[in-house]
């Protein structure tokens, strides 16, 4: 699965940030740092609007799990999840703490959970589904900030510093150094990682790409992508085919014109509509939902926040999805609102001990937050 991610965290974060390839999960997707998602064909290169992701931290990074589902990432840690079909409904996937600015969310080798890259090098193990992320181990890189995540054809996790130094690690953990990409076309800006007879390729953030060998650390430069003077470029991936594809700041998509697994003809496929500021929201705010306690012994508080007045709904549920108890169902201005739980379900008896979800439903935005239910 092709992988794009943010070049700059430290610098002010507009544009375009990053994309994934098609498949027949859909198409390509390009996502803005402002959370807009544009699909692209990859036959017509027709470009389709979908959704925006209302959260306000800028955008990084975005990758498809192993069932189709999409993920995208914020430098500040927000997991957003959008389950197959693309429906247009992004939820919450868990918040990652970390004094770091993230750049890359991607998946472990099997594709059954996820990985969360900052800038510092520390990465992060998720679960698609809960939204739970943990610790999982750290880039022993203290010279260099991380910019992007791949995976070699050997379903190992590629990791690329800006510099050009790529770690190569199982499952976010026992990280080795296993080669340097030419110094002179650093820094980097992207990664993405081969598969079968397809190798892997790496960007540059003036547009040069270099293709890897059969070996880690054998990498020859390809080609220079024909943008014009001082485009950023911010990501490189492949199609279904295995053509590659380069995503540029402004949104233009550049596609590899020649036979698949070649990177020296590249033609401009599209030109993505302008991307708002990041944080420009339409004058509304994705809700928020805290609760406490947390872990729950007997009651707990549930305090909403809702930009915009309108229909609010809040459920508990199991593991399962399923609603264990309706909490909330009614119009609610905007603002901050609190719900008192007192512990029980739907039948007025207390849930077993175990984990548990509340599900906020608020202007077309759900999102949840995990909770742990004691004796």
């Not at 699909?39 to 799990?65: E, K, L, N, Q």
């Not at 990791?159 to 080669?179: F, K, N, P, Q, Y």
């Not at 820094?187 to 890897?212: C, K, N």
């Not at 609190?338 to 906020?360: E, I």
Request: proline fraction near 7%; include cysteine; aromatic fraction near 6%.
């Amino acid at each position: 699965m092709a992988l794009l991610s943010r070049n700059d965290p430290d610098a002010s974060l507009s544009g375009y940030a990053a994309a994934v390839g098609g498949g027949a999960a859909g198409p390509l997707l390009a996502l803005a740092s402002s959370g807009d998602v544009v699909g692209v064909s990859t036959f017509s290169c027709d470009t389709t609007a979908y959704a925006r992701i209302r959260v306000s931290s800028p955008f990084v990074s975005i990758t498809r799990g192993a069932d189709g589902s999409v993920f995208a990432l914020t430098a500040s840690g927000a997991a957003m999840r959008q389950p197959p079909p693309a429906t247009g409904v992004w939820r919450d996937c868990g918040l990652l703490s970390s004094p770091c600015p993230f750049v890359a969310i991607g998946t472990t080798g099997s594709g059954d959970r996820l990985l969360a890259l900052n800038a510092c090098g520390e990465v992060f193990l998720g679960q698609p589904v809960s939204g739970a992320w943990a610790l999982a181990g750290q880039i022993p890189d203290s010279t260099d900030r991380f910019v992007a995540l791949g995976r070699d054809p050997s379903a190992n996790v590629l990791a690329l510093t800006r510099g050009g130094r790529l770690w190569r690690g199982t499952d976010g953990r026992d990280w080795r150094l296993v080669g340097e990409l030419p110094p002179r076309y650093q820094p980097y800006a992207a990664l993405t990682g081969g598969t079968g007879d397809a190798p892997a390729l790496a960007l540059s953030e003036a547009g040069d790409v270099l293709e890897g060998g059969a070996e880690p650390g054998a990498w020859t430069f390809c080609s220079r992508v024909p943008a014009s003077m001082g485009e950023a470029f911010r990501g490189i991936g492949r199609d279904e085919l295995g053509f590659g594809f380069v995503l540029t700041s402004s949104g233009q998509l550049w596609r590899n014109a020649s036979a698949s697994h070649d990177c020296h003809l590249w033609t401009l496929c599209a030109r993505l509509p302008v991307a708002r500021a990041t944080g420009a929201l339409d004058g509304a705010r994705a809700p928020r939902l805290a609760l406490t306690p947390n872990p729950v012994k007997a009651r707990a508080l549930v305090v909403l926040t809702l930009a915009a007045p309108g229909r609010a709904q809040l459920d508990l549920l199991d593991v399962s999805g399923r609603v264990v108890r309706g909490l909330l169902d009614a119009p609610c201005p905007s603002g901050v609102a609190t719900v008192l739980w007192d512990g029980n379900g739907d039948q007025g008896r207390r849930p077993s001990p175990g984990t548990y979800f509340l599900r906020l439903r608020s202007g077309g935005i759900e999102i949840t937050q995990r909770l742990q239910v004691l004796r």
